[in-house]
C-alpha cells in the first residue's frame, strides 16, 4: 500500500510562510501527479496545487503569486512552500499523489493531513 507522510504545518502568523513537504513510499513504480488539497472547517476539501511528472503546474487562484509547488521525482517527495499567508489559508493539507504501482495498477493515495493555522 502506498504511504504519503507529511510534514511542515503548523502555527504561523499572518504574512508569515510555511513549507510542507509530502514523501511517498512502498511499491512505487512511477507517480503521475502529486499535489496538495486543503479544508477549512465546515468546507469541502478543495485543490490548491498540482504538479505532473513533467512538472505541468496548476494553482487555484487565491493562491497564485504566493504559494510554489515543487517535486522531487528521486525522492517521490512534493513540496509546497506558503508565502504571505492569509487566515483564509487556515485548515489541514492533504498530500494527493496518482501512483503507478510495481503491478502497473493506477493508485490515487491522500497523505493523513497536516494543520496550517495562520492567526490574523
Known amino acids: 500500500q502506498v504511504q504519503l507522510v507529511e510534514s511542515g504545518g503548523g502555527l504561523v502568523q499572518a504574512g508569515g510562510s510555511l513549507r510542507l513537504s509530502c514523501a511517498a513510499s512502498?511499491?512505487?513504480?512511477?507517480?503521475?501527479?502529486m499535489g496538495w488539497y486543503r479544508q477549512a472547517p465546515g468546507k469541502q476539501r478543495e485543490l490548491v496545487a498540482t504538479?505532473?511528472?513533467?512538472?505541468?503546474?496548476n494553482y487555484t487562484d487565491s493562491v497564485k503569486g504566493r504559494f510554489t509547488i515543487s517535486r522531487d521525482n528521486v525522492k517521490s517527495t512534493v513540496y509546497l512552500q506558503m508565502n504571505s499567508l492569509k487566515p483564509e489559508d487556515t485548515g489541514v493539507y492533504y498530500c494527493?499523489?496518482?501512483?503507478?504501482?510495481?503491478?502497473?495498477?493506477?493508485?490515487?493515495?491522500w497523505g493523513q493531513g497536516t494543520q496550517v493555522t495562520v492567526s490574523s
Open positions: 494527493y499523489a496518482s501512483v503507478v504501482l510495481g503491478s502497473g495498477a493506477l493508485r490515487s493515495s
Open positions: 504538479i505532473t511528472s513533467d512538472s505541468r503546474i
Open positions: 512502498n511499491n512505487i513504480f512511477s507517480i503521475n501527479v
